[in-house]
C-alpha cells in the first residue's frame, strides 16, 4: 500500500487541490506511453488510480504520460478482452492525441455505460 500512497501524497501535496492537466504538467519527469486500438472494435482504456475512462475507435492513438513522482515504475498495464487497464504509479497523468489535443474522459463513451 506504501508503494501507492507515498507517490500519491508526494504528488497531490505539490498541486495544492489543482487537478487540471495544466497543473499536473508542472509535477514534471513526464514519462509517455503510446496505445493504439490496432483492433476492429471499440477499446475501452481505463485509467487508475482515478477510474477514468476512454473509448478508442480501431486505429486511433493516444499518449498516457505520467507526471511527478512513482516508487518503481511509471505504469503498470493490464490487458482483458475489449479493454487495457493503465495504472499510473505516479496518481497523475494526462491523455492526449498524438498532436497534443487533450482527451476528455468517456471520450466516445458508448450509450449505456457507466449510467452514460
Known amino acids: 500500500m506504501a508503494t501507492i500512497t507515498a507517490p500519491l501524497r508526494a504528488n497531490m501535496d505539490r498541486l495544492d487541490g489543482d487537478f487540471s ?22 477499446l475501452e482504456l481505463w485509467l487508475e488510480p482515478f477510474g477514468q475512462d476512454y473509448w478508442l475507435s480501431p486505429g486511433e492513438t493516444v499518449i ?3 507526471y511527478g513522482s512513482w516508487s518503481d515504475r511509471p505504469f503498470e ?11 499510473v504509479c505516479s496518481c497523475f497523468a494526462t491523455v492526449t492525441f498524438p498532436d497534443g489535443t487533450e482527451v476528455p474522459p468517456a471520450h466516445r463513451r458508448p450509450a449505456g455505460k457507466y449510467g452514460s
Open 64 to 66: 498516457v504520460t505520467s
Open 21 to 42: 492537466d495544466e497543473n499536473i504538467r508542472t509535477l514534471g519527469n513526464p514519462v509517455p506511453m503510446l496505445l493504439q486500438n490496432g483492433g476492429t472494435e471499440l
Open 77 to 87: 498495464t493490464y490487458y482483458e478482452p475489449e479493454c487495457v487497464q493503465v495504472w
